[in-house]
């Protein structure tokens, strides 16, 4: 079972902070800290038992992950970036109202006042001023390159939320099909558990009726005790499974949820590797985030250079001023600047060697990921054939272990063999069972992490799952 326990190491996943190019940890498990572990409860629990389907499961995902919260924040907090970018090129408007009494020494000011006659003191008088400033910049390359930067950073930031999205999409769907899956081998066992019962039953009575040993009846009363003790171990991890999905989802504290649906048999979806690779290229948001991320650091790179260009800027005033506001006229100031960047102490050279350096890693960190998404999108095509396979395999390995038991079952009963045929026959229909639950869980984990490697979980996991249309945003 080396595809299926890739499968599950490949799916639980996945914690992609989303940070330029992405990062997927190579896990059993999210790491504890990751916020896509958590989800933020809304609202209270009710005393119904909440039905939920794979599509809610991941709608509940979508709006109340930790994860995908946070990502939502980081646009927005690049979006505030931007703008505090734009400021140093669009006008910057104020206004003032002042008005004082003072008085002024003139010698403090130069004027040589002594043996004058002039009295060194005036005032004290009152001084009226209210002005409107306005300041513009009308060429900054650094500066306009640094906004064309945060332009590129908003951009990432939304791919990357993107690719969050499509990663809780994928983390909710693993963990209904785990659920799911946990379930199911409850359901086994506690239907183990009755043949174990019932074999137990009929041993005694065929013990009674002298057909067979007493040993055939402690056989089967030992059989009896251990799939009692599978059933508690099923139904415990049964319930873990659905306390983690109703964490990550965001479900109220203590809301008590069934799964309303089962994950039917759904074939894989015929494509082609090379246009499903094209594909990933063009639409992986974790890739186009990159890309963007090369962008905003070309562009930084270019302002840091511009930083040695000269500055043009315009400065302007216009109020009253006078002894009153009765009196007071109205006077202006326009001056514009040529600011020529001579020596700066090496600013300029380091942040030039800072950018060259993060261009260098944004442009790795890219070529990187267009080669993992090759990687991811090939190994998924593997898994899916190979979960495939065994998917088939393990649905006949069961229909032919449940006529095996049946046949023990007769043979026993007509005392012509004793009852470890049968005990034998039991266990190979419980491995049975597990290889069919595990491959089937396998293959559609598979057809998951087919759609993330695409970019396409968002609108394609709910089909690839159950046949049905894509989660509506």
């Known amino acids: 079972m080396n595809v299926t326990r890739n499968i599950i190491v490949s799916t639980a996943l996945v914690a992609v902070m989303v940070t330029p190019g992405g990062a997927w940890a190579q896990e059993g498990q999210l790491p504890a800290n990751s916020p896509f572990r958590g989800g933020v409860p809304d609202g209270l629990a009710t005393p119904d038992t909440l039905p939920l389907s794979v599509a809610e499961v991941i709608k509940r995902a979508l709006e109340h992950n930790l994860g995908v919260l946070t990502s939502e924040d980081a646009v927005e907090h690049a979006r505030g970036s931007r703008r505090l970018a734009l400021a140093d090129l669009l006008p910057n408007v104020g206004a003032s109202l002042r008005e004082s009494r003072q008085t002024v ?52 930031a939304r791919h990357s939320y993107q690719s969050a999205r ?42 009674q009726a002298g057909v067979v040993a007493g040993i055939d009846v402690i056989r089967a009363e030992v059989r009896l005790a251990t799939e009692r003790q599978n059933v508690t171990s099923a139904e415990n991890q049964y319930q873990k499974s659905k306390l983690q999905l109703a964490r990550v989802i965001g479900l109220p504290i203590g809301q008590a949820f069934n799964l309303s649906e089962t994950v039917p048999f759904v074939p894989a979806p015929t494509m082609a590797l090379p246009d499903v690779i094209e594909r990933a290229y063009r639409e992986r948001p974790d890739y186009l985030a990159a890309l963007d991320r090369v962008r905003e650091a070309e562009a930084r790179r270019k ?37 020529v960047p001579i020596f700066d102490g090496g600013r300029r050279q380091g942040r030039v060697l800072e950018t060259d350096a993060d261009l260098r890693s944004r442009r790795a960190e890219a070529e990187n990921l267009r080669s993992e998404i090759d990687y991811d999108v090939r190994i998924s095509f593997l898994d899916l054939q190979a979960t495939g396979e065994q998917l088939q395999v393990a649905t006949r390995a069961r229909e032919l272990a449940a006529q095996q038991l049946t046949q023990s ?25 597990e290889q069919y639950i595990g491959a089937l869980y396998a293959f559609n984990v598979a057809k998951a992490v087919l759609a993330r490697s695409m970019g396409t979980a968002e609108q394609t996991v709910q089909q690839f799952l159950s046949g049905q249309g894509g989660v509506q945003r």
């Open 409 to 433: 079952r007769d043979r026993f009963a007509a005392g012509v063999t004793n009852n470890v045929e049968v005990v034998q026959a039991q266990e190979a229909v419980a491995l049975a069972s």
């Open 166 to 207: 499509d990663l809780v999409v994928l983390v909710a769907a693993n963990l209904y099909l785990q659920t799911v899956s946990a379930d199911a081998r409850a359901q086994s066992a506690r239907a183990q558990r009755d043949t174990a019962q019932a074999l137990f039953d009929q041993a005694g009575s065929l013990r």
């Open 303 to 339: 302002a840091a250079s511009g930083e040695a260009l000269p500055a043009v800027r315009v400065n302007a005033d216009y109020g009253a001023i006078g002894l009153t506001p009765g009196n007071a006229r109205s006077t202006f100031t326009v001056a514009g600047t040529v600011v």
């Open 105 to 156: 020494n003139l010698e403090a000011f130069g004027f040589p006042l002594q043996g004058t006659g002039f009295p060194a003191l005036v005032g004290p008088f009152n001084v009226f001023d209210a002005r409107v400033f306005l300041s513009q910049t009308v060429f900054d390359a650094s500066a306009m390159r640094d906004a064309r930067a945060e332009t590129h950073g908003v951009a990432a």
